[in-house]
Nanobody
């Protein structure tokens, strides 16, 4: 069973920064990709960032240049550094992965950007 536990969410003013962390219950090098999704109120979930086992990254256009996904294989952790936050970034952020055709999601962490 794969368990993902997010932390690091909170409230911040526009232009501020937050760093999300995801603790993974199994070695992350065994997953082809790890990712972060988000869901804002009244909106569909959307992919924010992905990182492959080889370290390649991919970002949603709305966060390119502001967000950075990274991972620490030794700690079985994935991170999302979020800079220059905007009110539109307000959402619940989920750590995600998949294995053998099954998707895994954490419980989510709330990020609120407001003045």
């Amino acid at each position: 069973q794969v368990q993902l536990v997010e932390s690091g969410g909170g409230s911040v003013q526009p232009g501020g920064s937050l760093r999300l962390s995801c603790a993974v219950s199994q070695p992350i090098f065994s997953f082809n990709t790890m990712g972060w999704h988000r869901q804002a109120p009244g909106k569909q979930r959307e992919l924010v960032a992905l990182i492959t086992s080889g370290g390649s990254t991919n970002y949603a256009d709305s966060v390119k240049g502001r967000f950075t996904i990274s991972k620490d294989n030794a700690k079985n952790a994935v991170f999302l550094q979020m800079n220059i936050l905007k009110p539109d970034d307000t959402a619940v952020y989920y750590c995600t992965t998949d294995r053998s055709g099954r998707n895994y999601w954490g419980q989510g962490t709330q990020v609120t950007v407001s003045s």
